[in-house]
């Protein structure tokens, strides 16, 4: 399974930025892809998550309204709208894939569901 993220660019403070996300190999439906971002000294949080074969999705508090994620064209693609972008949106971006199963309820935005991660990409909100 690969996963790979792009789209990561530095924008000013109430601009607009679209990430992709597009993961291969993966054996089947059953599996959710989520967004997560790291900022220098922080712990890596759940951004955003969208469970693929129904296509339920799940923001944490700070992007609700303001991000949505939704499918791509291609299988397996996922993108992460973000508008009204702020300072403290600043962090490396990463995509993620569950494994065999998608993450039991409740715990859709938690690390340890998912097996399978992209290398990141960069996002800077400048003010």
């Known amino acids: 399974v690969e996963v790979v993220e792009s789209g990561g660019e530095v924008v000013p403070v109430g601009g607009s930025l679209r990430l992709t996300c597009i993961a291969s190999?993966?054996?089947?439906?059953?599996?959710?892809m989520a967004w997560f971002r790291q900022a220098p000294g922080k712990e890596r949080e759940g951004v955003s998550c969208?469970?693929?074969?129904?296509?339920?999705?799940y923001y944490t508090d700070p992007v609700k309204g303001r991000f949505t994620v939704s499918r791509g064209n291609g299988k397996n693609t996922v993108y992460l709208q973000m508008n009204s972008l702020k300072p403290e949106d600043t962090a490396m971006y990463y995509c993620?894939?569950?494994?065999?199963?998608?993450?039991?309820?409740?715990?859709?935005?938690?690390?340890?569901?998912?097996?399978?991660w992209g290398q990141g990409t960069q996002v800077t909100v400048s003010s």
């Open positions: 993620a894939a569950s494994g065999l199963r998608p993450p039991a309820f409740g715990t859709y935005l938690f690390p340890s569901e998912y097996s399978y």
């Open positions: 190999g993966l054996p089947n439906d059953e599996y959710a």
């Open positions: 969208l469970a693929w074969k129904d296509g339920q999705t």
